[in-house]
């Protein structure tokens, strides 16, 4: 590629930054209520998920989630001690992290679309958070989880029991009619071709705290859909 070439794309790339990073502190500049139930996510577009564990969340990388262009990204490890700083129509994020918990905090950044199909919105604890939208469609009920691990270690039977129990509080303000989304980082390892999963897992077995994990899809009726498709190397 010449150089003039390289060049140009390089300037264009962050031209096109520069412009996010202004749309972003427009639409985020300070607490928003949200838009209303009037609007309604089209589709003729495909809706998008996406998670990434921040671990702590800048502004630089808060300005870096909004260029990714996802309907709804779920933020694990944000750190924040006081997230209703960020919170607006865009933002939805958990109880801030504590003193005893500084890993904790979790966040749902929606498009501008979502943002204005927004029916409501809550958190249980600083690990899980919640959105409700209204599509074209049935309404999207997306729920985003990080569970607490100590280190590499995954957590223990009853530490896994008690970070669910809290996804399942946010999962059971689900409406009859809404479509679940779950993500998150479940810090659990799930087994190949169960009632749950698909063949592509990494891991041949479900932990201890996997099992936890896999109670709850039971019980909402739900499966690991990224474990049914053979994802990029």
């Given at each position: ?11 264009g790339m ?8 202004t ?9 928003l209520p949200?838009?209303?139930a ?14 990434w564990?921040?671990q702590?969340?800048?502004?630089t ?9 996802f ?28 003193a ?17 199909a927004?029916?409501?919105s ?6 899980h958070?919640w ?8 309404t999207?009920?997306?729920v985003m989880?990080?569970?607490?691990c ?21 999962l ?14 479940m810090?659990?390892r799930l ?15 479900t932990s ?7 109670q709850v ?6 499966c ?10």
């Amino acid at each position: 590629v010449p150089p003039d070439a390289m060049y140009t794309e390089n300037a264009g790339m962050q031209d096109a930054y520069a412009a996010a990073q202004t749309r972003a502190a427009q639409t985020c500049a300070g607490p928003l209520p949200h838009p209303g139930a009037r609007a309604r996510l089209p589709i003729q577009r495909p809706f998008t998920f996406g998670t990434w564990n921040t671990q702590s969340l800048s502004v630089t990388t808060f300005l870096q989630c909004k260029t990714l262009g996802f309907d709804a990204l779920g933020i694990a490890e944000t750190w924040d001690k006081r997230p209703e700083k960020r919170a607006c129509a865009h933002y939805i994020c958990s109880e801030p992290a504590t003193a005893d918990d500084k890993a904790a905090g979790v966040a749902i950044m929606l498009s501008d679309r979502a943002a204005k199909a927004v029916l409501g919105s809550g958190a249980v604890g600083n690990r899980h958070c919640w959105v409700r939208l209204r599509t074209a469609g049935p309404t999207l009920f997306i729920v985003m989880s990080y569970i607490e691990c100590k280190g590499r270690r995954a957590p223990g039977a009853a530490a896994a029991r008690h970070c669910f129990d809290k996804a399942r509080k946010c999962l059971e303000k689900a409406k009859d009619g809404d479509i679940l989304v779950w993500m998150g980082d479940m810090n659990v390892r799930l087994g190949r071709d169960t009632e749950c999963t698909g063949h592509y897992t990494i891991h041949k077995e479900t932990s201890v705290a996997g099992l936890e994990m896999v109670q709850v899809l039971r019980d909402f009726n739900m499966c690991a859909a990224s474990t049914f498709k053979a994802q990029r190397k």
